[in-house]
């Protein structure tokens, strides 16, 4: 017997109806993905123009702030935003959703509280966004991100934020029909994102994130000088752990206003090796565990010392050489050299230079005064002066003489004025021997006048 058949009409029917749950399940799962795009694209919408209106009232603060006297809101539209170039021109007039969006400002306490604003970046008309689609919208947007919910639509409000929207109604942006925000009958399925300059109960968008934002480095650059207190004030080389962790971080030092790194050792101290200063070298010494390379001025000597690979300090007077370098003038009052004082050009002394070694001349020595040597004076050559007196004797193989200012007769033992010593000196004293032209030997005789040697 033959068991093959065709389908039956009852299983043609169920195919049909698996095949339906199938496709409906599948269009539901694709409406859904389509309305997280659409949702997505709508968030980036909003955050493109909320910096814009940031940018916008960093730029126009004071204008602004003229424009909004107490219980005034002043709109800007998206035209303003494209005017200033806070937006590009080919910008879309409407979010996703078909919704356009408005700029409301205002000053919460304009006498008080001069600078600050108020501002909601809300979206009008188009089509209302459910509201189990509209906070995960909102969370999106950025910071700052909230929604007007129909639950709830006199309540506008974000992650951490929450205030009513009283203050704002009956604003139209230029050239629309309506006001931006008219009351719970209108306002539910919108999104709003804040703009807070330290509002109360608010969430302020110009923040400084912690963590880097790709894209936008204005999220991670602060606009204002850093100012510390309280326990950002500190005393340099005191501890600056974590509990028991040397974490890095800033602080100012108290004394001098100096920034302070906590460094590895766990103490608050000036980055690099510089230090604090010190009162005197006892002070100095008395440092405890100190880093070798650390730099500390002495502040009574007004010199600095670092701390050596050695385990001591030293001054930092010397090149990595060991050399003191000075290309103009060096002024001492007391210069002691333990091996050599070396010139190329002159040394020049006001007192008395004085050695209690040798005096090593290689070349010539020049010497504008007297000589006055206590001991022996060796010369290997010749000696040549204008004159040379011996007190008691003076020895030698031979004594070559030689003159053409004397002759027979002619006058000695006078007084005659030095240039040298500037005043007057005795000139051929009394028994003084020269030779005359033709090398006869003459002496200074009692009548003060040259004669011949006998």
Same mark, same amino acid.
């Given at each position: 017997? *033959?068991? $093959?058949?065709?389908?039956?009409?009852?299983?043609?029917?169920?195919?049909?109806?698996?095949?339906?749950?199938?496709? &409906?399940?599948?269009? /539901?799962?694709?409406?859904?993905?389509?309305?997280?795009?659409?949702? $997505? $694209?709508?968030?980036?919408?909003?955050?493109?123009?909320?910096? +814009?209106?940031?940018?916008?009232?960093?730029?126009?603060?004071?204008?602004?702030?003229?424009?909004?006297?107490?219980?005034? &809101?002043?709109?800007?539209?998206?035209?303003?935003?494209?005017?200033? =170039?806070?937006?590009?021109d080919n910008f879309a007039e409407t979010n996703p959703y078909r919704q356009g969006t408005c700029v409301l400002v205002r000053r919460p306490d304009p006498v008080n509280y001069a600078g600050q604003f108020d501002a909601l970046i809300v979206t009008t008309g188009g089509d209302r966004i459910g509201d189990k689609d509209l906070a995960s919208v909102a969370m999106l947007a950025g910071s700052g991100g909230g929604y007007i919910a129909t639950s709830a639509p006199g309540i506008a409000r974000g992650a951490s934020w929450r205030m009513p929207t009283d203050a704002f109604r009956g604003v139209a942006c230029p050239g629309a029909a309506n006001a931006a925000l008219r009351g719970p009958d209108h306002d539910g399925g919108q999104l709003v994102s804040s703009l807070f300059y330290d509002g109360a109960a608010q969430q302020a968008a110009d923040f400084l994130y912690r963590i880097q934002i790709d894209g936008k480095p204005e999220l991670n650059t602060m606009g204002a000088p850093v100012r510390f207190g309280g326990v950002g004030v500190v005393t340099a080389g005191t501890s600056c752990?974590?509990?028991?962790? +040397?974490?890095?971080?800033?602080?100012?030092?108290?004394?001098?206003?100096?920034?302070?790194?906590?460094?590895? *050792?766990? /103490?608050?101290?000036?980055?690099?090796?510089?230090?604090?200063?010190v009162p005197d070298h006892p002070a100095l010494l008395a440092l405890a565990d100190p880093e070798i390379g650390d730099v500390h001025m002495v502040t009574s000597l007004g010199r600095a010392f670092t701390f050596s690979s050695a /385990?001591?300090?030293?001054?930092?007077? &010397? !090149?990595?050489?060991?050399? @003191?370098?000075?290309? %103009?003038?060096?002024?001492?009052?007391?210069? *002691?050299?333990?091996? *050599? #004082? %070396?010139?190329?050009?002159? #040394?020049?002394? !006001?007192?008395?230079?004085?050695? %209690?070694?040798?005096?090593?001349?290689?070349?010539?020595?020049?010497?504008?005064?007297?000589?006055?040597?206590k001991g022996d004076v060796t010369v290997k050559r010749a000696v040549k002066a204008q004159g040379v007196e011996a007190e008691l004797w003076m020895s030698a193989p031979a004594i070559a003489l030689s003159t053409e200012e004397v002759s027979l007769g002619g006058p000695c033992?006078?007084?005659?004025?030095?240039?040298?010593?500037? =005043?007057?000196?005795?000139?051929?004293?009394?028994?003084?021997?020269?030779? !005359?032209?033709?090398?006869?030997?003459?002496?200074?005789?009692?009548?003060? %006048? @040259?004669?011949?040697? $006998?």
């Open positions: 017997m *033959d068991n $093959q058949r065709g389908m039956t009409l009852i299983e043609v029917l169920a195919a049909l109806a698996i095949g339906a749950v199938l496709l &409906v399940g599948l269009a /539901r799962l694709v409406e859904g993905s389509l309305d997280d795009m659409k949702g $997505q $694209q709508a968030a980036y919408y909003q955050a493109q123009v909320v910096d +814009a209106t940031r940018r916008y009232l960093d730029k126009n603060a004071a204008d602004v702030a003229t424009l909004t006297p107490a219980g005034t &809101v002043l709109p800007v539209t998206l035209a303003q935003l494209k005017t200033g =170039k806070f937006l590009p752990l974590v509990g028991t962790d +040397a974490t890095a971080g800033l602080a100012i030092d108290v004394a001098t206003r100096a920034v302070l790194t906590c460094g590895t *050792d766990g /103490r608050w101290s000036l980055p690099g090796p510089w230090k604090a200063p /385990r001591e300090w030293r001054p930092l007077a &010397v !090149d990595q050489d060991g050399n @003191f370098v000075v290309p %103009k003038k060096l002024t001492t009052e007391t210069l *002691d050299a333990l091996v *050599d #004082i %070396k010139s190329n050009g002159t #040394i020049h002394s !006001d007192g008395h230079i004085s050695t %209690k070694q040798d005096l090593h001349v290689e070349h010539d020595a020049f010497l504008g005064r007297d000589v006055e040597i033992n006078y007084y005659e004025y030095s240039a040298y010593s500037h =005043k007057l000196e005795l000139t051929y004293p009394r028994g003084i021997i020269v030779p !005359d032209a033709n090398a006869r030997l003459m002496i200074c005789g009692p009548e003060d %006048k @040259f004669l011949y040697v $006998q």
